[in-house]
């Protein structure tokens, strides 16, 4: 197991190469002194996993649905790769979201058969149980500061402020907009994705709902998205 502490500099590198690579509006982040002091609290974990048997037959021995092996089902080889790593985890993150919802941050699947899960404060020994008993690796991010209720409010709010701002401009008929938080780029993004039928409606868009604010530890990215979409998306 190896433990590492979260830099707010990395992260915030991170979100604006992201930034810059799609040719985005970034809005205004936390200043240097508070990222740092919200990612010095970050400890992020690599769990290795149990090393479960990976020969033809004991991966055809496990059992996928109780009762049922491997074996007995016809799955393709994406089913099969979808039943072996992401049933598991994602069954584990729905007990974990249920059973320990104040702690509980948000998770995501990333390349490369990773996993992370993210926790407000410590993660509770029972959490860390369920995802063991996966046998599968997987990433922690402990220290957060918010739960994932925290960050759909956060996200609404933002949200909120996006159908102001496009109502204001009378622009509700020819830009559309997707709100959706972000982990992956860093703990508390949330992205906006500003659509249209043309790239002016989308630009006029853009200008319209310029950055939207958001206290710290959240951070907002604004992108220019692609064909209409008249629906806020989490």
């Known amino acids: 197991m190896r433990t ?23 809005a205004p982040t936390p200043g240097p002194s508070e990222a740092a002091e919200a990612a010095a609290a970050w400890r ?32 393709s080889a994406q089913e099969q790769e979808w039943a072996l790593y992401q049933k598991p ?13 104040e702690d509980y941050a948000y998770c995501y699947f990333g390349e490369s058969r990773t996993f992370t899960m993210g926790f407000t ?9 369920v995802l063991d008993a996966t046998g599968l690796p997987y990433t922690t991010v402990e220290g957060l500061g918010v739960s994932a209720t925290e960050y759909q409010a956060a996200a609404d709010a933002v949200m909120k402020q996006v159908i102001e701002a496009l109502d204001e401009a009378g622009l509700r008929s020819t830009a559309g907009f997707a709100v ?6 860093e703990p508390g993004a949330i992205v906006v994705s500003i659509t249209g039928d043309d790239a002016a409606s989308r630009r006029a868009g ?4 310029g950055t939207p604010s958001i206290s710290a530890p959240f ?9 209409m979409v008249r629906v806020a998306a989490f």
């Open 4 to 26: 590492a502490a979260a830099r707010g500099s990395r992260a915030g590198a991170i979100l604006a190469t992201a930034a810059l690579s799609l040719g985005v509006a970034l």
């Open 44 to 75: 992020v974990t690599e769990h290795a996993g149990t090393g479960l048997a990976s020969d033809d037959e004991s991966v055809m021995a496990r059992e996928i649905y109780p009762g049922h092996t491997l074996a007995e089902l016809d799955y």
């Open 89 to 101: 985890l994602g069954d584990a993150a729905s007990v974990i979201e249920t059973e320990f919802a």
């Open 121 to 129: 404060g410590d993660a509770p020994a029972g959490a860390i149980a």
């Open 180 to 185: 959706a938080s972000d982990p992956m780029i």
């Open 206 to 209: 853009m200008a319209a709902v």
């Open 219 to 227: 951070s907002v990215t604004v992108i220019e998205g692609g064909g």
